[in-house]
Nanobody, 125 residues
Framework: VQLQASGGGLVQAGGSLRLSCTSS????????RGWFRRAPGKEREFVAA??????????YYSDSVKGRSAISRDNAENTVYLQINSLRPEDTAVYYC?????????????????WGQGTQVTVSS
């Protein structure tokens, strides 16, 4: 398993979760990483992404989570995090982490080469 997502669960609306994505491949510590999600009956959609850089990393967010989420990475631990606050029932989905063979982040899932198995997030109203 190259990417392992965790941290999902059942949470009430208004709560917070922090998802983690750990890689078993040392080389992934310098790859751009992303989070996507698939809600029931919907296509998988972009959530957030982060580049890799020696200096400032670049982050991207979907409009649906912008302002209430934060993506970050700990390269020493080879882990990427997604913090989502003020959770809403419409955030209910399986969340997938991904890695891209580039240091530049992307928002299109077709630009990602490696995928984790997903972690379920359920937000109750």
């Amino acid at each position: 398993v190259q990417l392992q997502a965790s941290g999902g669960g059942l949470v009430q609306a208004g709560g917070s979760l922090r998802l983690s994505c750990t890689s078993s491949e040392d080389s992934f510590s310098t790859l751009a990483r992303g989070w996507f999600r698939r809600a029931p009956g919907k296509e998988r959609e972009f959530v957030a992404a982060i580049s890799w850089s020696w200096a400032d990393e670049v982050t991207y967010y979907s409009d649906s989570v912008k302002g209430r989420s934060a993506i970050s990475r700990d390269n020493a631990e080879n882990t990427v995090y997604l913090q989502i606050n003020s959770l809403r029932p419409e955030d209910t989905a399986v969340y997938y982490c991904a890695a891209r063979r580039s240091t530049f982040a992307a928002t299109d899932e077709r630009d990602y080469n490696y995928w984790g198995q997903g972690t379920q997030v359920t937000v109750s109203s």
